[in-house]
Nanobody, 124 residues
């Protein structure tokens, strides 16, 4: 199984980036997918999650209204559109696949597969 995240980079505050996560070796459409992030010196935190088929999604309060998670099951790819980026969004962003029941708290999700992460740096 491979989850290949890409699209990170350096962006100024207020800017936008679109992350992608290409999946292979798993039945992508059978897994809920999520983005998490880990900033330097901080614990990993949940960002967003999307249902395997319905498109239902939810976000951490810190990114709600600025980030949008989506997926294309035909292309086995997960996306994260990030707008109005702020310095506190600086982190390594990771994609992950889970088969935990929908509706549980983010802290209760067990992620079966992880990607390697892509670095997002927001700085002027």
């Amino acid at each position: 199984v491979q989850l290949q995240a890409s699209g990170g980079g350096l962006v100024q505050p207020g800017g936008s980036l679109r992350l992608s996560c290409a999946a292979s070796g798993l039945a992508f459409r059978n897994y809920n997918m999520a983005w998490l992030r880990q900033a330097p010196g901080k614990e990993r935190e949940f960002v967003a999650r999307i249902h395997r088929s319905s498109g239902s999604n939810y976000y951490a309060s810190s990114v709600k209204g600025r980030f949008r998670i989506s997926r294309d099951n035909a292309k086995n790819t997960l996306y994260l559109q990030m707008n109005n980026l702020q310095p506190e969004d600086t982190a390594v962003y990771l994609c992950a696949a889970d088969s935990t029941a929908w509706g549980v708290n983010a802290e209760q999700i067990f992620y079966r597969y992880w990607g390697q992460g892509t670095l997002v740096t927001v700085s002027s």
